[in-house]
């Protein structure tokens, strides 16, 4: 009897437990850490057979493609072994949403990392999708520090798209001369432009054509056409297999069209949010983009096909240079990946035709299933004309005739701890002479000045930014800018050509089902039309992502919220007003 009561105590402390389980709530899975340890330092490489300097990361370009799951946090502990330079690096398109200290803008949100030094990043992935890390430091990007980022959608979850794989692939253009060459050459008067660049490059190689070098002025090797490092990329595929490309560019300078011989390309993501699906042969991309395009293995599986970029918008042919396009192989296995297609390359589009990049930029709608409705109206309208200029004799490109200079303070810092002398409290013109100014003229711009002012936005508001294309300094000549914004992603409202109309050209805009990016172009003598939220607490630079046009001043800085961010770490300090003071912990 005695046995059955313990038994029976035994079953109901057994129940009770299991009702207690019941009713406590069991928290979800939280993401994982995603550690990474990365050393950069300059080595001789030879990215399109030519052997120069280039920064790497653990000793490669592109750098380690980082992979995570939505809801991870990703640490990155980065050693400056550059000796001599400082560095920073930008995760771009991440939102930096509770940690705008990581977003490796020097200068805007961090002191830059000395040499010798380790420097930890760490955020969080907030959301699915492809983007980008690079260099954020002067013109460091062009020298070879950048890579990609992969973040899939949580277990469990599926994307509107099917594939059996997924590859990444880097577009880049590459000079043979240093940055600090370009840098010197930008900031002299006379100017010196940087040029077209010598090569294209996928996925970190290329192919210079070494007999047009002046070999006498050249150590031995210099360039050498057989060098492993210059063997074309090439993307493996299995025969009737489907593919997702992620398909990235991190130009120093160019637009680009990539094409697949023999193959329609359907894009499918762009910047992280899925696209109502739409099939193109050339794939136009600029600076700053990604692009998920899908493709099906169904051709002739005894023999490779080209992947080809083309410059576009600007003329790759001056009389004294020739870029040629940037060739890799699609290599249906299993075939050798070194097999070279039978074929002569595909040639790509003209480089000026406009309507067709317009055109493209006005197909990219968000997916049926995947639409972020914008606000309806705004609490504040923005207009920024794109201009060149010269000031005291130096050739800079500015905003509303305003060119822009970093501080050496950083402004997160300044703002944070009130640091009012670190930059000018006062803030740059939210527009231009619309009714006057002829964006068909290479206009005086007698007023044009420099200012690290910045623009404060309410928290929480809603902001249009317009941004105006305008010709340079140069008869009938404009060039396309692709505006990249940190901290958010905006929505697509319109593109146009010609000089904006605020009274007719805003009740053309998308107001239903316009597409979320961090980055976007503004073609040439046109405009593009912005709308985001300032809802991320933090300071975020906004430029044209054209390396030699944001160093010429071609940016701006939002501030939003500073109220709302915590105590600052102290790793980002340490220059300009920070050097030896001690801040509230």
């Given at each position: 009897?005695?046995?059955?009561?313990?038994s029976?105590?035994?079953?109901?402390?057994?129940?009770?437990?299991?009702?207690?389980?019941?009713?406590?709530?069991?928290?979800?899975?939280?993401?994982?850490?995603?550690?990474?340890?990365w050393e950069?330092?300059?080595e001789y490489?030879?990215?399109?057979?030519f052997?120069?300097?280039?920064?790497?990361?653990?000793?490669?370009?592109?750098?380690?493609?980082?992979l995570?799951?939505?809801?991870?946090?990703?640490?990155?502990?980065?050693?400056?072994?550059l000796l001599?330079?400082?560095?920073a690096?930008?995760w771009?398109?991440?939102?930096?949403?509770?940690?705008?200290?990581?977003?490796g803008t020097?200068?805007?949100?961090?002191?830059p990392i000395?040499?010798?030094?380790?420097?930890?990043?760490?955020?969080?992935?907030?959301?699915?999708?492809?983007?980008?890390?690079?260099?954020?430091?002067?013109?460091?990007?062009?020298?070879?520090?950048?890579?990609?980022?992969?973040?899939?959608?949580?277990?469990?979850e599926?994307?509107?798209?099917?594939?059996d794989?997924?590859?990444?692939?880097?577009?880049?253009?590459?000079?043979?001369?240093?940055t600090y060459e370009?840098?010197?050459g930008?900031s002299?008067?006379?100017?010196?432009?940087?040029?077209?660049?010598?090569?294209l490059?996928?996925?970190?190689?290329?192919?210079?054509?070494?007999s047009?070098?002046?070999?006498?002025s050249?150590?031995?090797?210099?360039?050498?056409?057989?060098s492993?490092?210059?063997?074309?990329?090439?993307?493996?595929v299995?025969?009737?297999?489907?593919?997702?490309?992620?398909?990235?560019?991190?130009?120093?300078?160019?637009?680009?069209?990539?094409?697949?011989?023999?193959?329609?390309?359907?894009?499918?993501?762009?910047?992280?949010?899925?696209?109502?699906?739409?099939?193109?042969?050339n794939?136009?991309?600029?600076?700053?983009?990604?692009?998920?395009?899908?493709i099906?293995?169904d051709?002739?599986?005894s023999?490779?096909?080209?992947?080809?970029t083309n410059?576009?918008?600007?003329n790759?042919?001056?009389?004294?240079?020739?870029?040629?396009?940037?060739?890799?192989?699609?290599?249906?296995?299993?075939n050798?990946?070194?097999?070279s297609?039978?074929?002569?390359?595909?040639?790509?589009?003209?480089?000026?035709?406009?309507?067709s990049?317009?055109?493209?930029?006005?197909?990219?709608?968000a997916?049926?299933?995947?639409?972020?409705?914008?606000?309806?109206t705004p609490?504040r309208?923005?207009?920024?004309?794109?201009?060149?200029?010269k000031?005291?004799?130096?050739?800079?490109?500015?905003?509303?005739?305003?060119?822009?200079?970093?501080?050496h303070?950083?402004?997160l810092?300044?703002?944070?701890?009130n640091?009012?002398?670190?930059?000018?409290?006062?803030?740059p013109?939210?527009?231009?002479?619309?009714?006057?100014?002829?964006?068909?003229?290479?206009?005086?711009?007698?007023n044009?000045?420099?200012s690290?002012?910045?623009y404060?936005?309410?928290f929480?508001?809603?902001?249009?930014?317009i941004?105006?294309n305008a010709?340079t300094?140069?008869?009938?000549?404009s060039?396309?800018?692709?505006?990249?914004l940190?901290?958010?992603?905006?929505?697509v409202?319109?593109?146009?050509?010609?000089?904006?109309?605020?009274?007719?050209?805003?009740?053309k805009y998308n107001?239903?089902?316009?597409?979320?990016?961090?980055?976007?172009?503004?073609?040439?003598?046109?405009?593009?039309?912005?709308r985001?939220?300032a809802?991320?607490?933090?300071?975020?630079a906004?430029?044209?992502?054209?390396?030699?046009?944001?160093?010429?001043?071609?940016?701006?800085?939002?501030?939003?919220?500073?109220?709302?961010?915590?105590?600052?770490?102290s790793?980002?300090?340490?220059?300009?007003?920070?050097?030896?003071?001690?801040?509230?912990?």
């Amino acid at each position: 009897m005695v046995q059955l009561l313990q038994s029976t105590s035994c079953i109901f402390k057994l129940l009770g437990l299991c009702l207690l389980f019941c009713l406590v709530k069991v928290p979800a899975v939280e993401g994982r850490i995603r550690h990474y340890k990365w050393e950069v330092k300059y080595e001789y490489k030879s990215p399109d057979c030519f052997k120069k300097l280039v920064i790497t990361i653990n000793g490669g370009t592109p750098g380690p493609t980082i992979l995570a799951q939505q809801g991870d946090t990703v640490v990155v502990e980065l050693k400056n072994s550059l000796l001599t330079e400082n560095v920073a690096i930008h995760w771009h398109g991440i939102r930096q949403i509770g940690s705008p200290w990581s977003d490796g803008t020097e200068g805007v949100t961090q002191c830059p990392i000395l040499p010798g030094d380790t420097f930890k990043y760490q955020f969080v992935v907030d959301r699915p999708g492809s983007y980008l890390y690079h260099a954020h430091y002067g013109m460091q990007r062009e020298a070879g520090l950048y890579g990609a980022i992969r973040v899939a959608v949580p277990e469990g979850e599926t994307e509107p798209f099917f594939y059996d794989y997924d590859r990444s692939i880097i577009l880049t253009d590459w000079y043979h001369r240093s940055t600090y060459e370009h840098a010197v050459g930008l900031s002299s008067n006379p100017f010196v432009w940087v040029g077209e660049p010598q090569s294209l490059l996928i996925q970190g190689r290329g192919r210079f054509n070494c007999s047009s070098l002046a070999t006498p002025s050249l150590e031995a090797g210099a360039c050498n056409a057989s060098s492993p490092d210059c063997s074309p990329y090439a993307v493996t595929v299995i025969p009737g297999k489907t593919y997702r490309l992620r398909i990235a560019s991190l130009t120093a300078l160019s637009a680009l069209s990539f094409q697949i011989e023999g193959h329609n390309m359907t894009v499918v993501e762009a910047d992280g949010h899925y696209v109502e699906p739409f099939v193109v042969k050339n794939l136009f991309i600029y600076s700053g983009e990604t692009y998920s395009v899908i493709i099906k293995a169904d051709q002739d599986p005894s023999r490779n096909y080209w992947m080809t970029t083309n410059i576009v918008s600007r003329n790759p042919i001056t009389n004294t240079t020739t870029t040629p396009p940037g060739l890799a192989f699609l290599n249906y296995y299993p075939n050798h990946p070194r097999r070279s297609p039978p074929t002569v390359p595909p040639a790509g589009p003209a480089w000026n035709d406009v309507k067709s990049r317009l055109n493209q930029s006005l197909a990219i709608k968000a997916h049926r299933d995947f639409i972020h409705t914008p606000p309806q109206t705004p609490d504040r309208v923005i207009v920024f004309l794109n201009t060149q200029n010269k000031i005291n004799g130096y050739v800079r490109w500015s905003v509303n005739n305003v060119s822009f200079t970093l501080p050496h303070t950083p402004y997160l810092i300044a703002l944070k701890e009130n640091l009012t002398d670190a930059f000018d409290q006062t803030p740059p013109p939210e527009g231009y002479d619309f009714v006057n100014y002829d964006i068909y003229k290479v206009a005086n711009n007698t007023n044009a000045t420099t200012s690290d002012g910045i623009y404060r936005l309410q928290f929480n508001t809603t902001v249009d930014v317009i941004l105006q294309n305008a010709n340079t300094m140069n008869v009938n000549n404009s060039e396309t800018h692709p505006w990249h914004l940190h901290g958010h992603d905006f929505w697509v409202l319109g593109h146009g050509e010609g000089k904006f109309d605020i009274n007719n050209d805003t009740k053309k805009y998308n107001l239903v089902n316009p597409i979320m990016k961090n980055t976007v172009p503004v073609h040439t003598y046109g405009w593009t039309a912005l709308r985001f939220r300032a809802d991320n607490p933090g300071v975020w630079a906004f430029h044209c992502h054209i390396e030699s046009h944001f160093y010429m001043g071609m940016g701006v800085v939002f501030a939003e919220g500073i109220d709302r961010i915590g105590n600052l770490p102290s790793s980002i300090m340490g220059c300009g007003e920070t050097k030896g003071v001690t801040f509230r912990p």
